[in-house]
C-alpha cells in the first residue's frame, strides 16, 4: 500500500500544497459550468477541469478566473464573491472541488498510481481564530469515498476514486503551522536550535494572506496568547486590490478586485481610454503603491493593538502578503529602535534541502506537523 502525505493550505488567492515532500500551488477559484461545449482549442496547459460523480463540471484555477473575468461586469457574479471571499468558503461546494483537485495533483505529482487502497493522510490549515468553528465540518467532507476525474490542458481526463479515513484528517491554524515550520525539523520534532523564538518570546506571527492577515503572539514558553490573537481583514491583499479597483474606477469601472490577480497574471497591462485614444496602466506598479499604502495602515495597527511592539521581543512574518509586506515592516521597527534587525525575522519553508518560496511556508509547517502525528 502506497502511503502520501497531503498537507493543504488553502488561501483565499490560492491553495498551496506539500505532498510527500513535493510543493506546489494553483489558483483557488472554481467555477461550475458545462464544458461539453469546449473544445481543446486555445485550452492552456494550466487550465484544470473537474467532472464529479454525478457529471457536473467546474472549473478549477486560472481556467475559473478566465470565467470570472469574461463575467466581469455580473451583478450576480459580484454579490457571489463577496460570500467566496468570507470564511463561508470552507463550507461551500467549491472548497471540496478545491480540497479534491489538490489531493488528485498530489497523486500525479508523485508519480502515484490512483488506487482505491492509497492510504493518504491529509492536513488542512485553517485561519487561526476560526479553526475550531469549521474544523469538523472540512474532516466531514474531506471523510469518506471520494470519485471525480481531473483533466488538465489538453491531456486526458483521468479518474480519481480513492477513501480518506476521518482519523487521517486533521487541521491546524496556519499561524501555528507557520510557527512548526521555523522551529521544527523535517519529521515535525522540535529543533533545539530554534526552539528560542518560542521559549525567549513573547513573539508575535504575522500571517498576511489575501482575505486575512492573521495577528498571534506567542508567550515565553510557546502558549498562544488567545487574547491577543486576531485575524485581520482590513490588512490583507484582497484590501490592496480593492484600493487598487477603487483607483481605477474612472478609467476603468468594470474591474473587480477578483480579477486583479488574473489580469497581473496575465500580463499585468490593461488598456483605457483618454480624449479617444488607449493607453496602458502598469497594475504591477499600481498596485506596489497601494501595497505600501495598505501596510501603513497595518503598521498604525500594530502600534495600538500591541503597544508599539514594546514588549514584543520577536517578530515572525509569514505568507504571501507577509513578505510583501516584510521589508516595510522591518524598517520601520528596526529603524525605530523599537527591534533589532535579527529579531524581526521572515518565515522560510525549506524542505528536504530545498528553498521554496515564503508562500508555501504555512503549507512546509502544516506538513511537517503531519509527519509529526501520523
Do not use: W
Not at 480593492?242 to 474591474?255: C, N, S
Request: charged letters at 25%; glycine letters at 8%.
Amino acid at each position: 500500500m502506497s502511503t502520501l502525505y497531503v498537507a493543504l493550505d488553502p488561501g483565499f488567492d490560492s491553495i498551496k500544497v506539500v505532498a510527500n515532500g513535493k510543493a506546489f500551488k494553483f489558483p483557488f477559484a472554481a467555477e461550475e459550468t458545462d464544458e461539453r461545449k469546449i473544445t481543446d482549442y486555445g485550452i492552456r496547459d494550466d487550465f484544470i477541469l473537474y467532472r464529479d460523480a454525478s457529471g457536473s463540471t467546474y472549473r478549477v484555477g486560472q481556467y475559473a478566473r478566465e470565467l470570472l473575468f469574461d463575467n466581469k461586469d455580473s451583478a450576480a457574479l459580484d454579490e457571489r464573491m463577496k460570500e467566496f471571499y468570507s470564511e463561508k468558503r470552507f463550507i461551500s461546494s467549491e472548497f471540496l472541488v478545491g480540497l479534491r483537485t489538490a489531493i488528485a495533483l498530489a497523486i500525479s505529482s508523485n508519480g502515484m498510481t490512483e488506487d482505491r487502497a492509497l492510504d493518504i493522510h491529509l492536513m488542512v490549515t485553517l485561519p487561526h481564530a476560526i479553526r475550531q468553528k469549521y474544523a469538523a465540518s472540512i474532516i466531514g467532507n474531506a471523510a469518506g469515498e471520494h470519485h471525480f476525474s481531473i483533466r488538465q490542458g489538453t491531456g486526458p481526463e483521468n479518474v480519481y476514486h480513492f477513501t480518506i479515513r476521518e482519523d487521517h484528517i486533521h487541521t491546524v491554524s496556519q499561524t501555528i503551522a507557520a510557527i512548526l515550520g521555523e522551529t521544527s525539523d523535517e519529521q515535525g520534532n522540535i529543533d533545539q536550535e530554534k526552539f528560542f523564538y518560542l521559549s525567549n518570546g513573547p513573539t508575535l506571527v504575522i500571517d498576511g494572506g489575501y482575505y486575512t492577515t492573521g495577528l498571534v503572539v506567542v508567550s515565553r514558553g510557546g502558549s498562544v496568547d488567545d487574547t491577543k490573537t486576531e485575524s485581520d481583514i482590513l490588512h490583507a491583499m484582497r484590501n490592496v486590490n480593492e484600493a487598487l479597483a477603487d483607483a481605477l474606477q474612472d478609467k476603468r469601472p468594470d474591474l473587480k478586485h477578483f480579477v486583479v490577480e488574473y489580469l497581473l497574471q496575465s500580463g499585468g497591462k490593461i488598456k483605457y481610454l483618454e480624449d479617444g485614444t488607449a493607453k496602458t496602466i502598469d497594475l504591477y506598479a499600481l498596485r506596489a503603491e497601494k501595497a505600501a499604502m495598505v501596510c501603513d495602515s497595518l503598521i498604525q495597527h500594530l502600534n495600538q493593538k500591541y503597544n508599539n511592539l514594546l514588549d514584543i521581543n520577536y517578530v515572525l512574518v509569514t505568507g504571501g502578503t507577509g513578505a510583501v509586506f516584510f521589508d516595510q515592516l522591518k524598517s520601520f521597527y528596526v529603524d525605530s529602535g523599537v527591534l533589532e534587525a535579527d529579531h524581526f525575522l521572515l518565515a522560510n519553508a525549506e524542505l528536504e534541502g530545498v528553498s521554496h518560496s515564503i508562500e508555501f511556508a504555512v503549507a512546509a509547517g502544516a506538513y511537517k506537523g503531519l509527519l509529526g502525528i501520523a
